[in-house]
């Protein structure tokens, strides 16, 4: 390849020359005839290196309106793609929830969530985009299609703040879906913690669901066993539990606004997270 690259230099070099030349020595000089040799010659390669050097100035330069269309439409697809990415993920959360209702046969209100934290605390909370105006009041469970979320603190009409089951002040009643027994399950920041009076089994895999009180109705399901404490001589023992919720990514919930229509008539199981 280097061979014909330097002759095609010093081609372009010698009709440089010759048109100096010619120019000087004006029309029908003996340098006339070489020129038009030389244009004959050189001519179809200084045409394609014309076009070519045009071609890369229209792409390197300013959109043309072939260009501006197409990024647009581009941009325009990709809003798509990403608004039906969100609908696909609004519409398996609301079969999830709905699935949960239905088995557990509770009234729910539907809330979104517009807000993480508080500025009433330092607990840890999310807002609720429905309040008492939506028919919520404090200290109702709320859920979503995996589970346990947490239970309303505050409500005002039109929006609700949640205490996550996470929280260090959060404590509800659970019993083992395996061994039927029953222990309190507290928030330990990044998850649950389960006491359960001696006597009791207990295994990492282990389910637990509420079991029932003035706020938590019962079934719903709260975690899974993680770890299980060595007793060490006390008369309680403790294991850790993942929730079923995943509250990273909480979005869409239930508000349960009353007991349950009747008793489930399965034991509520979500599928477990990855």
């Known amino acids: 390849m280097r061979g014909p690259r330097l002759l095609l230099v010093l081609l372009l070099l010698t009709a440089f020359t010759l048109t100096a030349l010619d120019a000087r020595s004006g029309q029908g000089s003996p340098f006339d005839a070489l020129?038009?040799?030389?244009?004959?010659?050189?001519?179809?390669?200084?045409?394609?290196?014309?076009?070519?050097?045009?071609?890369?100035?229209?792409?390197?330069g300013g959109d043309s309106d072939e260009q501006a269309a197409l990024r647009e439409e581009n941009d325009r697809l990709r809003a798509q793609l990403r608004r039906t990415d969100d609908?696909?993920?609004?519409?398996?959360q609301l079969d999830a929830l709905l699935a949960l209702k239905d088995s557990g046969s509770y009234p729910m209100v539907p809330a979104r969530v517009t807000a993480v934290g508080s500025a009433f605390g330092f607990e840890s909370t999310v807002t609720l985009d429905a309040g008492s105006s939506d028919g919520i009041a404090p200290g109702q469970t709320v859920v979503d299609g995996n589970g346990l979320v947490g239970r309303t603190l505050r409500v005002g009409p039109f929006t609700s703040t949640v205490l996550l089951l996470t929280d260090p002040g959060f404590t509800v009643g659970a019993r083992l879906t395996r061994a039927g027994t029953v222990g309190l399950a507290s928030g330990s920041g990044d998850g649950l913690e389960f006491a359960l009076v001696e006597g009791g089994r207990i295994a990492a895999g282990d389910g637990l669901l509420t079991t029932g009180s003035d706020t938590f109705v019962p079934g719903v399901p709260v975690g899974r066993v993680t770890s299980v404490a060595a007793p060490g001589g006390s008369p309680v023992t403790t294991a850790q539990v993942r929730p079923y919720a995943d509250l990273t990514a909480v979005d869409l919930v239930g508000v349960v606004t009353g007991p349950p229509r009747r008793t489930p008539r399965v034991p509520l199981e979500p599928s477990t997270r990855p």
């Open 35 to 60: 020129r038009r040799g030389a244009d004959a010659a050189l001519g179809p390669p200084q045409r394609a290196l014309g076009g070519a050097a045009r071609g890369v100035g229209k792409l390197l």
């Open 87 to 92: 609908l696909r993920r609004r519409v398996a």
